[in-house]
C-alpha cells in the first residue's frame, strides 16, 4: 500500500523548507532535559490538586459524574495548613516556567513534524497518534491551565474535567515519549560534536545564516522561564513577594486587616447589604436537625483562631490569621453523626463555587472554622461576611463565602 507520492509536496514537508541553523540534536535534547525535569512536577502536583478537591463529593464535581479515571487511593493531608499552597503553588508557577520552554522545544522540532510520506507503516502510523496526542495534549494542558488563571473558571464547568482528562491523554503520550526518546536524548547530550544533516533530520540541509546564538536562544528561553515562574512565586508565597507578581490576576480590594486579594467580590457575586444585615441567619442541619444562628449568637460560642491561608488552584495564595467557631462544634450543637461531611451553601447563587463539600477528616479538624473574623476585626463583605469556611490544606474552592446554611450528612 502507497497512500502517499514519493515525493514531498512543495512547502514545509520540504527539508530544504526549514532553514534555521540552530536546529539540532543537541538544542532539542536540551530543552527536553528542562521538560522531563518539569513535567513530572507539574503532572504529580496537578493530580494532587484533583485529589485535593474530593470530586468524589457530590457537591464538588462541578456537575460531571466520575469517571473511571477519578481514582483516589488517599485522602489529601491537612498538615503542614499551607499544603496546598505548596503543591499548587508549584503546578501553577512551574507550568507557566515550562510554557516558553514547551515552546522552543516545539520549535525545535517542527520539521518533524511534516516529514513525508507521513507514515509508510502501521507501526509508524501509531507513532504519529502518539506525537498527536503528545503535542496535542500538551498545548492544550498549558493553554486551558494559563488562561484559567486569568478568567477563573472561565469555561466553568468545562474546566476541571477538560483539564483533568487531558491531563490523563498527556501524561500517557509523554510516558511514551520519553521511553522511545531517553536514549536519543542521552546520545544528544554525550555528544559535543554538531551532527550532519545526514545524521540527524533536525539539522537543516540548506541552512540560513544565524540571526543569533543558540546560547542567546537559549538564554532569552531561560530568562522568560525565570521571569514567569518569579512572577508565579510571587503569587504562591504571597506576602512582600506578591511585588513580584507582576501579572497578577487578583488584585489587593480593601484596606486596613481586610487588604488582601479577593477572587471574587461581594459586587460580583451580587451579594446585597440587605441579605447580609442584621436578618441574615446561618442554618446548621443534621438529619432532621435544624438550628438557625444570628451573628451575635455565633460570636458567643467559643471561637478560635488560627493562620491559615487561601490557596487558590490559579496558584495564588495569601495567609491571614482568622477567627471563629470550629465546625465540629458547630456539628456537635446539631448531633450529627461523626464522620458526617459538611455541605456549605452561600448567598450567592450565580457563581460556579457557592458551596462545596468537606471530607469528614476536614469537618473535624480543629482548625476547620466558620470565619467571623480576619486579622482581629470582622470579615470585610468582599472576604465572605457574616461567615466563610476555612481550614488546613483546603484549595480555596472549599473555602465558601457569604455562607446560609451548613449542612452535615452522616457517613
Ligand atoms: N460563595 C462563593 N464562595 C467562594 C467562591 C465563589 O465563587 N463563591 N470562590 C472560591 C474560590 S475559587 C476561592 S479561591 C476563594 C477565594 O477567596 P477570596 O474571593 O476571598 O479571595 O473563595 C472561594 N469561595
Ligand atoms: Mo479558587
Known amino acids: 500500500m502507497r497512500p502517499f507520492g514519493e515525493s514531498p509536496p512543495p512547502g514545509p514537508f520540504r527539508r530544504e523548507f526549514w532553514r534555521s541553523p540552530l536546529r539540532g ?6 530543552l527536553g532535559l528542562a521538560l522531563l525535569v518539569a513535567v513530572p512536577i507539574i503532572a504529580v502536583t496537578g493530580f494532587l490538586s484533583n ?3 474530593y470530586p468524589r463529593l457530590g457537591g464538588n464535581a462541578t456537575g460531571r459524574t466520575l469517571g473511571p479515571l477519578d481514582v483516589y487511593l488517599f485522602s489529601f493531608p491537612r498538615s503542614p495548613s499551607w499544603v496546598y499552597a505548596l503543591t499548587q503553588g508549584l503546578h ?9 520552554i514547551l515552546l522552543a522545544k516545539l520549535w525545535s522540532v517542527v520539521p518533524r513534524l511534516f516529514v513525508w510520506p507521513p507514515f509508510a507503516t502501521a507501526t509508524e502510523a501509531l507513532e504519529r497518534v502518539s506525537l498527536a496526542l503528545l503535542v496535542g495534549g500538551a498545548l492544550f ?4 491551565g494559563i488562561l484559567n ?7 466553568h464547568f468545562f474546566f476541571t474535567p477538560a483539564h483533568y482528562y487531558g491531563a490523563w ?3 500517557a503520550a509523554f510516558l511514551c515519549h520519553v521511553a522511545l526518546k531517553l536514549p536519543t536524548m542521552r546520545r544528544a547530550l554525550a555528544t559535543r560534536r554538531e551532527l550532519s544533516a545526514q545524521e540527524s533530520s533536525l539539522v537543516a540541509v540548506a541552512p540560513a545564516t544565524a540571526t543569533m546564538s543558540r546560547r542567546t536562544l537559549l538564554g532569552t528561553v531561560g530568562a522568560g522561564s525565570l521571569l514567569l515562574m518569579l512572577q508565579g512565586a510571587g503569587q504562591a508565597v504571597g506576602g512582600p513577594l506578591r511585588r513580584l507578581a507582576f501579572l497578577a490576576p487578583r488584585d489587593h480590594v480593601g484596606a486596613g486587616p481586610n487588604g488582601f486579594a479577593v477572587n471574587r467580590t461581594a459586587a460580583a457575586a451580587a451579594i446585597t447589604p440587605q441579605q447580609v444585615g442584621e436578618r441574615w441567619r446561618l442554618v446548621v442541619s443534621a438529619g432532621g436537625r435544624t438550628r438557625t444562628f444570628s451573628r451575635r449568637q455565633l460570636l458567643s460560642l467559643p471561637l478560635h483562631s488560627y ?5 487558590c488552584v490559579e496558584g495564588w495564595s495569601t495567609t491571614q490569621r482568622w477567627a471563629g467557631v470550629r465546625l465540629r462544634d458547630l456539628a456537635t450543637i446539631v448531633r450529627a453523626p461523626s464522620g458526617a461531611t459538611m455541605t456549605a451553601h452561600s448567598l450567592a447563587t450565580n457563581g460556579v463555587f457557592d458551596g462545596a463539600t468537606l471530607a469528614p477528616g476536614q469537618v473535624d479538624d480543629d482548625r476547620t472554622l466558620l470565619a467571623l473574623m480576619v ?4 470579615l470585610s463583605l468582599d472576604h465572605g461576611f457574616p461567615a466563610r469556611v476555612i481550614g488546613p490544606g483546603l484549595p480555596g474552592v472549599h473555602c465558601t463565602k457569604w455562607v446560609a446554611r451548613l449542612e452535615f450528612e452522616g457517613a
Open 141 to 144: 494542558e498549558f493553554v486551558t
Open 169 to 171: 491523554v498527556f501524561t
Open 307 to 311: 493562620d491559615l491561608p487561601i490557596a
Open 92 to 100: 501553577v508557577t512551574i507550568g507557566l516556567g515550562a510554557f516558553p
Open 375 to 378: 486579622n482581629g476585626v470582622p
Open 51 to 53: 485529589a485535593a478537591y
Open 25 to 30: 540534536p543537541r538544542l532539542t535534547a536540551l
Open 149 to 155: 488563571i486569568q478568567y477563573a473558571y472561565l469555561f
